[in-house]
C-alpha cells in the first residue's frame, strides 16, 4: 500500500481544513487507517483511525468533536475534516494504515505511511 496525503495549509484559528489520503494497492480495502500529527518537538500521535469496513471510528481526546474521519473505497482514499483548529493543532500530519486497529490507535509500528503534510494554525 503507497499513501499520499495531501491538504495541508496555513489557516487561522477557527477556520477548516480537510486533510485526504490518497492510497494505491489491492488491499487497501482490508488495511485501517489512520491519521497521525508530529509537532515541533514532540513524538508523532493518534489523531483519528477508521477501521477497514468503516464501522469504528476512534479519535484523539483532543481533536474529538472537532475531527472527523471518513474512508472512501470507491476513491481509495482517507479523509480527515478539521474544523474549528487551533493553534495546538499546528503539526505535520500523517496518513498510515495497518493491518492491525491497535496498532492504529498505538501509533507504533505502522506497518505503512505517507509522506507528512503540514498544518500550521495562526492565532
Known amino acids: 500500500v503507497q499513501l499520499q496525503a495531501s491538504g495541508g495549509g496555513l489557516v487561522q484559528a477557527g477556520d477548516s481544513l480537510r486533510l485526504s489520503c490518497a492510497a494505491s494497492?489491492?488491499?487497501?480495502?482490508?488495511?485501517?487507517m489512520g491519521w497521525f500529527r508530529q509537532a515541533p518537538g514532540k513524538e508523532r500521535e493518534f489523531v483519528a483511525g477508521?477501521?477497514?469496513?468503516?464501522?469504528?471510528?476512534q479519535y484523539s481526546d483532543a481533536v474529538k468533536g472537532r475531527f472527523t474521519i471518513t474512508k472512501d473505497n470507491t476513491r481509495n482514499a482517507v479523509d480527515l475534516q478539521m474544523n474549528n483548529l487551533k493553534t495546538e493543532d499546528t503539526a505535520v500530519y500523517y496518513c498510515?494504515?495497518?493491518?492491525?486497529?491497535?496498532?492504529?490507535?498505538?501509533?507504533?509500528?505502522?506497518?505503512?505511511w505517507g509522506q507528512g503534510t503540514l498544518v500550521t494554525v495562526s492565532s
Open positions: 498510515g494504515s495497518d493491518p492491525r486497529w491497535v496498532t492504529i490507535l498505538a501509533a507504533s509500528r505502522v506497518h505503512y
Open positions: 477508521i477501521t477497514w469496513s468503516g464501522a469504528t471510528t
Open positions: 494497492g489491492r488491499t487497501f480495502n482490508r488495511y485501517n
